[in-house]
């Protein structure tokens, strides 16, 4: 097997139907008094998506996302102005959350509230249905209904945020609470496994990444934006969002900073040498992609929504 088999290997295509729907879509998102800038055409838009998912095989999902960050940057709005049609989402249950920045609505019992540590966060803690247990921020600019703990409550249009692997959700402004006079049974999803399979490929949003410095939020930067805090400077992680196949079962899986660097040999300290080096990012990824996929490993560790959070991972002779 080749060691440079990364995502872009295999196409990701989409059609000019497919394109011109997302970017209407987009374009629609955006108000009319949008800011300074004038607003892009959808024909502006179906390039940039077009050069971004059929020129270098990013997922129109992803692509989509990154566009929408780069207008609000150029446009000078903030994300809660954005009218997303995503918001109609209906019903998930926990389990079923495994997207970034994704609109759902769930029916929870809280299961417990910790201390917040920053002046913005009104509330966070732990929710629980009975597919399992996620953490959930409630931003205090949204200015909602104070949460109890052992509370039921049906939480609409909350936005899913994702860390090393690990989903949660968060309640902003546009966030509806309403309380629910039942109970529920709450659940566990963490699953422990162990796999012995080769790495096939390593992804996008791997290597050297740069995180939001709000307290409580913890984002992957797109374009140095956070979809909840607009433009910041980042602060640099380091993981590995590697794919294993053993030809029965294909496991996505993340390394964290700890589990980087036990597993690649490599500190955050050198990643950003290397990137400030190359003048590049990239770098970083691209070095661990020739170095790792290919061969065969060890891995363990708990499964949380369609991820292995990775705790050891040992080469195989």
């Known amino acids: 097997m080749s060691t440079n088999a990364t995502p872009a290997d295999s196409a990701v295509n989409a059609s000019s139907d497919d394109l011109a729907t997302a970017a209407t879509t987009l ?13 892009p055409s959808v024909d502006d838009i ?8 059929n020129g270098y095989n990013v997922p ?13 940057d150029v446009l000078g709005i903030e994300y809660d102005d954005l009218a997303l049609p995503s918001q109609s989402a209906g019903d998930t249950t926990l389990d079923e959350i495994n997207t970034d920045g994704q609109w759902v609505s769930v029916t929870v019992k809280v299961v417990d509230l910790w201390e917040p540590t920053s002046d913005s966060i009104s509330q966070v803690g732990l929710i629980g249905d009975e597919s399992g247990r996620l953490k959930f921020t409630k931003w205090a600019k949204a200015d909602l209904p104070e949460l109890d703990a052992d509370g039921v409550y049906r939480l609409d249009n909350v936005i899913t945020s994702e860390y090393e692997g690990r989903y949660s959700i968060n309640l902003n402004s546009r966030s509806v609470i309403d309380p629910v006079d039942d109970d529920i049974e709450v659940g566990d999803n963490a699953e422990e496994l162990t796999i012995e399979a080769p790495m096939v490929a390593i992804q996008s949003g791997s290597g050297l990444i740069k995180r939001c410095p709000h307290d409580g939020c913890t984002r992957v930067l797109q374009d140095g934006r956070c979809a909840e805090h607009g433009t910041v400077e980042g602060e640099f992680d380091l993981r590995i969002k590697a794919v294993f196949d053993d030809g029965v079962r294909v496991q996505h899986a993340i390394f964290d900073k700890e589990a980087t660097k036990a597993l690649a040999d490599i500190t955050i300290e050198e990643a950003k040498q290397q990137a400030m080096d190359a003048l590049d990012t990239s770098v970083v990824a691209n070095d661990l992609t020739d170095a790792l996929v290919g061969r065969y490993y060890r891995v363990s560790g708990r499964v949380i929504g369609k991820y292995l959070l990775v ?7």
């Open 27 to 39: 374009i629609e998102q955006f108000p009319d008094d949008a800011g300074d800038e004038a607003l």
């Open 46 to 53: 179906v390039t940039r998506l077009d050069q971004m998912v």
């Open 60 to 72: 129109l999902e992803e692509a989509t996302r990154a566009t929408r960050n780069h207008y609000l």
């Open 311 to 317: 705790d050891e991972a040992d080469p195989l002779a």
